[in-house]
């Protein structure tokens, strides 16, 4: 009754042949043989979605001995994820009710809780699990009450470089309610809104920051040419960046001008407040008149934590004022820094959506992410230091609060050039006088 698929179908195949005879079900289990392989050759990415998902399921759940009966049993009683009734001395042991495997490097293990345990003691036995179930990673996720699903990470899903989709020629083509940038580890596309939030992307030196930075302008770029998106760029690194010089309506290096861009992004919003207050508005809408500003700042350490004493007092007066106001006025702020500790960057709670890329610190997830998010499975300081990694990070899910391993889509110079060529013409004048 437990698993009617399963006892449903070598009973079915059974009564096939008895009534047609082995001749008629073999011919017609060779058709669907072949149907599927002509579909798997024929459109693979149809096949990857729809039947590739439900037979790593099949063989993960019935054809290996992890998820089996006493191979189950094994793992949960070891890790000390078991209950045993004090009067019969009967081992209770939480039941598996399906698996999902959306990728072949991925498997979502859901399960029934016993009485008496909680998430918390899962996620506090996830090292053990992982180590039993030779898994690299294991998250735990809430689904419902009594029910987790459990995250089983076997190999990197991310082995090849996430290429860019081709840049949107059309203002009206893109959406920056659902800017795509990269994958997730379940092998579909990560999408993040960017209008009315404020992104905190934090990772060490080559973790690929500045990766999800030009996912979204590359999202923005046909606006910021219609002039629906203005750029303000602070640049103190004076490198990476520099490339949206011709493109940016205020761009600083120097620590006096970061101060004045900072300011100045503060002094739009509080025009903006008056028009929406005299027009009766509550919410932005972002038109020619009111254009989105959206303020870019690398390497935001140097800027709030790190520079000289006049830069980190000038932002640290206006800095908080833009993240707590400026989402309903047309502001948005993306941030990338290395260390996210409450001495250099305060106001890191203020930020709606926060990437954590590979740390040197175990404690980084939990500064970026939120509170037990390592616990939970944002193993940010075991992703690799090498050049194949870059790009690669965690975001919580809104619903669920659950970390989620992601990869950006990488820019190259060729890239960036288009970039900034689509958002530069015709407006390249305007935007350097400004």
Known sequence: MRHPGFVAVPAAGAASVAQFGPTTVGGAAAGVLAAGVGWYRGHPGSWEAVVAPRLRAIR???????YLGP???????????????????VINVPRIIRIRSHSPSTETVYVRLLFGQTPKLWEEASEALAVALRAERIGVERVGPQIIALIVQRSEPFDQVIIPPDLPGDADATSLGRVYLGETEYGTDWHAPLIGQHWLVSGATGSGKNSVTWMALRA?????????????????KGTELNALTSVAYRYAEADGDIVD????????MQDRKK??????????????????????????????????????????AVLPLILSQARALGGTVIGALQEPTKDVIPQRDLFSLRVCMRSTSAGHPDMVLGEDMRRRGALADEIPNEPGSA???????????TPMRVRAAYCDDTDVADLVHVAGWPHTELATTG
């Open 60 to 66: 993960r759940r019935w054809l290996s001995r992890t």
């Open 275 to 316: 028009v929406l207050a005299e027009q009766g508005r509550r919410t932005f809408d972002m038109s020619h008149d009111t254009p989105l500003d959206l303020l870019l700042i690398d390497e935001l350490g140097a800027v709030t934590g790190y520079g000289d004493r006049s830069l980190t007092r000038g932002a640290q």
């Open 261 to 268: 861009v900072l300011s100045g992004v503060w002094e739009i």
């Open 391 to 401: 790009g690669i990070g965690f975001v919580v899910k809104q619903r669920s609060r």
């Open 220 to 236: 923005c770029a046909p606006l910021i040419r219609d002039g629906l998106v203005r750029l303000h760029v602070v640049n103190p």
């Open 71 to 89: 191979g189950w049993s094994r793992v949960v009683e070891a890790c000390g994820l078991v209950t045993v009734h004090r009067v019969t001395g």
